[in-house]
């Protein structure tokens, strides 16, 4: 099959000198715009836990789409870290943030003509922005997520950043003993990149995109310092060239099957709270009848099948 830019002719024939220049100025020549152009939403910053390591898969990512034949682009967009302002009045952004995501997206693949993307994140409310941005821009996506953390062991137990916050607002802080087991857990609760690792929302939503069959079966849970993790990365790339050339789109993934799914999956894991928002925005924004009652119903039949911090 076609895809839309070759479809419509966008980068071929007189009307289309313009567009040429533009892109020959960054570097393309006449080869690289006759390929799926794929765009690359990487989400990367110093800022932020789950997203400070994306470079790297960005990097991978980028060989997986030249490796099929397509042409990347990558760009940024904003991801912050909704850990930072608890307590501030900041965290007001926490959801707000979801939708001026899901609108650089749209605009970006929108004006520079892209034909399919690959939609980099790790964390709460970052994941569900580029995938509402993908799903406006109406263009085959994939997710890749970059995995969570490793666990912190302290004790010979696992010990994540929920119980630093019990013991900051629950310990003497007066107390020698309360501020060095304090420091001992700031210095060692978050080793080292990827989502906090407990089933919080960037978890929640990391794994809710491979069950919604937005990401690459078993990718969602590997480390983000796993080297499985830069090969799903390489695979990823490869795999969005084939959905343009098919012209799969979200629309055609994010089924009331799927999104049920989703729901189940959310159950099963004691997932966060918050996925009930993101998955009702999904639904709406592809046309899917999905609602509180749909929750409530399938609450009554699924079990909870993990044991995972905080629920386990």
Excluded at 227 to 246: D, N, S
Excluded at 247 to 268: C, F, Q, S, W, Y
Aim: with cysteine; charged share 20%; aromatic share 4%.
């Amino acid at each position: 099959m076609t895809y839309r830019s070759k479809e419509l002719g966008l980068f071929s024939g007189k009307g289309s000198s313009s567009r040429r220049a533009i892109y020959k100025g960054c570097g393309y020549d006449d080869g690289d715009l006759s390929k799926p152009l794929i765009g690359i939403v990487n989400t990367a910053n110093d800022a932020g836990l789950g997203h400070v390591h994306l470079d790297r898969l960005a990097a991978r990512v980028r060989a997986g789409i030249l490796q099929a034949g397509g042409t990347p682009f990558e760009f940024g967009t904003i991801a912050t870290c909704g850990a930072v302002p608890i307590g501030m009045p900041h965290f007001r952004y926490e959801l707000v943030i979801r939708d001026v995501i899901a609108s650089s997206v749209e605009i970006m693949t929108g004006v520079q003509l892209l034909d399919g993307l690959v939609l980099l994140a790790s964390c709460d409310s970052i994941i569900p922005g580029v995938l509402m941005g993908g799903i406006r821009a109406d263009v085959p996506c994939i997710v890749l997520t970059g995995g969570p953390q490793e666990v912190c062991k302290s004790g010979g137990r696992s010990v994540v950043m929920s119980e630093l916050d019990q013991l900051v607002f629950g310990a003497d802080y007066a107390s020698d003993e309360a501020r060095e087991k304090i420091r001992y857990l700031e210095d060692h609760v978050c080793p080292g990149p990827g989502a906090c690792s407990l089933m919080g929302t960037a978890n929640t939503m990391q794994i809710l995109m491979e069950g919604l069959g937005m990401a690459l079966p078993g990718s969602s849970t590997v480390p983000a310092v796993y080297a499985e993790k830069e090969r799903f990365a390489t695979q990823t790339g490869r795999r969005i060239v084939e959905l343009v050339k098919e012209g799969v789109k979200p629309k055609d993934i994010l089924t009331r099957e799927a999104l049920l799914n989703g729901v189940i999956l959310t159950m099963a894991l004691a997932g966060s709270t918050n996925a009930v928002l993101h998955l009702l925005s999904f639904a709406r924004e592809v046309g899917v009848e999905l609602t509180l009652d749909d929750f409530d119903k399938l609450s009554e039949t699924i079990p909870v099948i993990s044991r995972v911090i905080p629920t386990g």
